[in-house]
């Protein structure tokens, strides 16, 4: 495995623009497509740097997922009035 390290760092890369687009992504299934992609990008960068597979890591979903949630809610506001 001594080009591990070069893989990983690459597959953590593409994990991070994966989840730098879903920050900016408007749609829901859009943002949530691009989270589960850079999961498999960090569970293959994971693989790498081990010889068993490891479960995928968690992710810091929430700061993805939440301008969703407040969109929603500003939506539901909206329709009230």
């Known amino acids: 495995m ?18 730098g687009l879903a ?3 408007q749609d829901p299934t859009d943002r ?4 589960e992609m850079a999961r ?3 569970k293959l960068a ?4 081990q010889d068993d597979s490891a479960p ?3 992710l810091e979903q929430e700061a993805v997922l ?7 809610s500003d939506k539901n506001r909206d329709r009230s009035n």
């Open 40 to 42: 498999v990008w960090h």
């Open 2 to 19: 001594g080009n591990a390290t070069p893989k990983a760092a690459e597959y953590r890369r593409k994990a991070a623009a994966c989840l």
């Open 46 to 49: 994971d693989n790498e740097l």
């Open 66 to 72: 939440e301008p969703q949630r407040s969109q929603r």
């Open 32 to 35: 949530a497509e691009l989270v």
């Open 56 to 58: 995928i890591a968690p």
């Open 23 to 25: 920050a900016k992504a």
